[in-house]
């Protein structure tokens, strides 16, 4: 029988693992979910409350299906690295006022490298003395405050502190509010949500390094521990090259870009980055062609435009007098029923194992000494190895090779691996919000994944969503660990590609609904597209990387003739 009655002052959370927590309404989650700390191998840093992302200051005031957010998943760890890096900033502030802090590109080994603008570099005992006073904060345990505040108090307090890409980023902005975050009388920006307070983040370290230094922080399959810092000097050489372009383009964050846009540089931007680009592509042709390279192997990740950068090298290539001939990688595939499978169970395709390696060397042996060779075929269909085109190399003809496993040594015969010319393309670093707010390489691949996949095979942004964390763990598997193993980076980043690519994902994240796992993940990328103008598509040329994924290309179809 339904009668009136008084609101209960407890509410219920409803976790994963069927178990339900309640307590006063009004209640923290983060306060909730203190009861089930030692349920999670990682840290909690927030949590997914109906579907929604939220800080762990959250109140809970209605009855609520709540998953922990951990440091070992996507979210958990962006959430840690935005908060560390917000530590890092206002430490600095506090002993260095009269300096500039600029979080500049990730490292493999996990950390942000930086540099400090306005004065010199920092000594290694100031880094020493910086580091000392962050884990100090991180003892004290001050809160982060969240606070939305009008835009124009906003502006007038980057105004005073002479923030001039901040003041750029926020000229553009069309929302009336600002949320910033405060720590010690300090605030600032940061484009994402935060941990509570500095006792969350115990796991960081301060190292010098090549003019600045590199802020490092725990990887998500190890959260609690810090890897040791790998070298990456052909890496660090792409990062400063790319900071080389974005000075020629007098582009330095994202605002700037948004204020060339409105101002009609337009058509300068494009032209100029494209002309870079191919700048590069041609300088690598050249090195090929001056090393007589008979094998020519081109690895990278999904989504780096890898297809486009290959065809714009044999296209210099042809003009040097040189004709690759393309050996496809997926035709050497072994049987289907032989494959190795990962550990759910599923085909493993990605693997190395799932190539036929000996039939792989016999085969470039056999070319390479000027043999005829009945290459293989592999049917997609039936999943079986079957004969295909016979070839016969001519003289002095190189290979060209491109996969994920490009530079993985055990790929080609050793006779030839020394003689080898490897490139890796992926979009390596990428056009910053401002100093301190990073755009992530690994969302601007996503977001041109989501493009393509919708324009050529019909996928929503949903689907693409949710098969991209399979994606990512055979990139790091297969593909990141053999990075320095290439003779020279190509990054495949244009400054100027997210403004294009914002009218065509926009829509296609919108279309995910509230209900799906993907929806979050939508809704992060609908934010980080709104800080940028569009810029038009008909602007970019038919050549460009970025047609790979919008369409138009007029490389789609190119073919080196094999006759």
Same mark, same amino acid.
């Given at each position: 029988? @339904?009668?009136?009655?008084?609101?209960?002052? &407890?509410?219920?959370?409803?976790?994963?693992?069927?178990?339900?927590?309640?307590?006063?309404?009004?209640?923290?989650?983060?306060?909730? =979910?203190?009861?089930?700390?030692?349920? %999670?191998?990682?840290?909690?840093?927030?949590?997914?409350?109906?579907?929604?992302?939220?800080?762990?200051?959250?109140?809970?005031?209605?009855?609520?299906?709540?998953?922990?957010?951990?440091?070992?998943?996507?979210?958990?760890?962006?959430?840690?690295?935005?908060? @560390?890096?917000?530590? *890092?900033?206002?430490?600095?502030?506090?002993?260095?006022?009269?300096?500039?802090?600029?979080?500049?590109?990730?490292?493999?080994?996990?950390?942000?490298?930086?540099? #400090?603008?306005?004065?010199?570099?920092?000594?290694?005992?100031?880094?020493?003395?910086?580091?000392?006073?962050?884990?100090?904060?991180?003892?004290?345990?001050?809160?982060?405050?969240? $606070?939305?505040?009008?835009?124009?108090?906003? #502006? /007038?307090?980057?105004?005073?502190?002479?923030?001039?890409?901040?003041?750029?980023?926020?000229?553009?902005?069309?929302?009336?509010? !600002?949320?910033?975050?405060?720590?010690?009388?300090?605030?600032? %920006?940061?484009?994402?949500?935060?941990?509570?307070?500095?006792?969350?983040?115990?796991?960081?370290?301060?190292?010098?390094?090549?003019?600045? +230094?590199?802020?490092?922080?725990? $990887? $998500?399959?190890?959260?609690?521990? !810090?890897?040791?810092?790998?070298?990456?000097?052909?890496?660090?050489?792409?990062?400063?090259?790319?900071?080389?372009?974005?000075?020629?383009?007098?582009?330095?964050?994202?605002?700037?870009?948004?204020?060339?846009?409105?101002?009609?540089?337009?058509?300068?931007?494009?032209?100029?980055?494209?002309?870079?680009?191919?700048?590069?592509?041609?300088?690598?042709?050249?090195?090929?062609?001056?090393?007589?390279?008979? @094998?020519?192997?081109?690895?990278?990740?999904?989504?780096?435009?890898?297809?486009?950068?290959?065809?714009? *090298?044999?296209?210099?290539?042809?003009?040097?007098?040189?004709?690759?001939?393309?050996?496809?990688?997926?035709?050497?595939?072994?049987?289907?029923?032989?494959?190795?499978? /990962?550990?759910?169970?599923?085909?493993?395709?990605?693997?190395?194992?799932? =190539?036929?390696?000996?039939?792989?060397?016999?085969?470039?042996?056999?070319?390479?000494?000027?043999?005829?060779?009945? *290459?293989?075929?592999?049917? +997609?269909?039936?999943?079986?190895?079957?004969?295909?085109?016979? #070839?016969?190399?001519?003289?002095?003809?190189?290979?060209?090779?491109?996969?994920?496993?490009?530079? &993985?040594?055990?790929?080609?015969?050793?006779?030839?691996?020394?003689?080898?010319?490897?490139?890796?393309?992926?979009?390596?670093?990428? !056009?910053?919000?401002?100093?301190?707010?990073?755009?992530?390489?690994?969302?601007?691949?996503?977001?041109?994944?989501?493009?393509?996949?919708?324009?050529?095979?019909?996928?929503?942004?949903?689907?693409?969503?949710?098969?991209?964390?399979?994606?990512?763990?055979?990139?790091?598997?297969?593909?990141?660990?053999?990075?320095?193993?290439?003779?020279?980076? +190509?990054?495949?980043?244009?400054? %100027?590609?997210?403004?294009?690519?914002?009218?065509?994902?926009?829509?296609?994240?919108?279309? #995910?609904?509230?209900?799906?796992?993907?929806?979050?993940?939508?809704?992060?990328?609908?934010?980080?597209?709104?800080?940028? *103008?569009?810029?038009?598509? &008909?602007?970019?040329?038919?050549?460009?990387?970025?047609?790979?994924? @919008?369409?138009?290309?007029?490389?789609?179809?190119?073919?080196?003739?094999?006759?």
């Amino acid at each position: 029988m @339904i009668q009136t009655t008084q609101p209960n002052p &407890n509410v219920e959370i409803h976790l994963p693992n069927s178990r339900t927590l309640t307590g006063p309404r009004g209640t923290a989650v983060g306060e909730f =979910l203190e009861q089930v700390r030692a349920d %999670y191998s990682a840290p909690i840093v927030a949590a997914i409350i109906n579907n929604e992302i939220h800080e762990l200051t959250y109140p809970i005031n209605i009855e609520s299906n709540c998953i922990p957010v951990t440091m070992d998943s996507a979210d958990g760890a962006r959430i840690y690295r935005r908060s @560390i890096v917000f530590l *890092l900033e206002m430490a600095f502030a506090q002993l260095f006022p009269k300096g500039l802090l600029n979080i500049d590109h990730s490292v493999s080994s996990g950390g942000f490298y930086c540099e #400090v603008k306005g004065r010199d570099e920092l000594t290694e005992s100031e880094l020493n003395s910086l580091e000392a006073h962050m884990r100090k904060l991180v003892e004290e345990d001050h809160p982060f405050e969240r $606070r939305e505040i009008p835009i124009q108090d906003a #502006v /007038d307090y980057f105004t005073r502190k002479e923030f001039e890409d901040k003041l750029r980023l926020l000229k553009h902005r069309h929302k009336e509010y !600002l949320t910033l975050y405060f720590l010690n009388g300090q605030m600032d %920006y940061m484009h994402g949500y935060m941990v509570p307070t500095t006792r969350y983040l115990k796991w960081f370290g301060l190292k010098k390094v090549n003019g600045g +230094f590199i802020m490092q922080y725990p $990887r $998500r399959h190890a959260p609690t521990q !810090l890897e040791p810092l790998g070298d990456y000097p052909k890496l660090l050489r792409t990062f400063r090259q790319y900071g080389d372009w974005l000075e020629t383009l007098r582009i330095d964050s994202v605002g700037a870009l948004n204020d060339a846009i409105e101002s009609g540089r337009a058509d300068e931007i494009v032209l100029v980055s494209e002309a870079l680009h191919e700048q590069h592509i041609a300088d690598i042709a050249q090195q090929i062609a001056e090393r007589n390279s008979r @094998i020519i192997l081109i690895a990278g990740p999904s989504s780096s435009g890898k297809t486009t950068s290959s065809r714009r *090298l044999a296209v210099q290539l042809l003009a040097r007098g040189v004709s690759p001939y393309p050996l496809e990688l997926d035709h050497y595939f072994i049987d289907r029923d032989q494959t190795p499978r /990962d550990e759910a169970g599923n085909h493993d395709f990605e693997a190395l194992g799932a =190539l036929n390696l000996m039939r792989l060397a016999e085969d470039i042996e056999a070319l390479l000494s000027g043999e005829k060779v009945q *290459l293989p075929r592999y049917n +997609f269909m039936t999943g079986r190895s079957e004969d295909g085109d016979i #070839v016969q190399l001519k003289d002095g003809q190189p290979l060209i090779l491109e996969g994920i496993h490009g530079l &993985n040594p055990r790929l080609i015969p050793d006779r030839w691996a020394a003689s080898a010319f490897r490139l890796y393309v992926s979009a390596l670093t990428q !056009l910053n919000l401002d100093r301190h707010n990073r755009v992530s390489t690994t969302d601007t691949r996503l977001i041109r994944r989501i493009v393509r996949d919708a324009r050529e095979r019909g996928y929503s942004a949903q689907a693409t969503i949710s098969r991209w964390e399979s994606v990512r763990r055979g990139e790091k598997r297969h593909i990141f660990p053999y990075q320095e193993n290439a003779d020279v980076m +190509f990054n495949s980043a244009l400054v %100027y590609e997210l403004a294009v690519l914002k009218s065509l994902a926009e829509p296609l994240l919108r279309q #995910v609904p509230h209900n799906a796992p993907e929806y979050i993940e939508a809704r992060r990328l609908l934010a980080f597209l709104e800080w940028f *103008l569009p810029l038009d598509v &008909n602007l970019i040329p038919a050549n460009s990387i970025v047609r790979e994924f @919008i369409g138009g290309s007029s490389l789609k179809d190119f073919k080196i003739w094999r006759g």
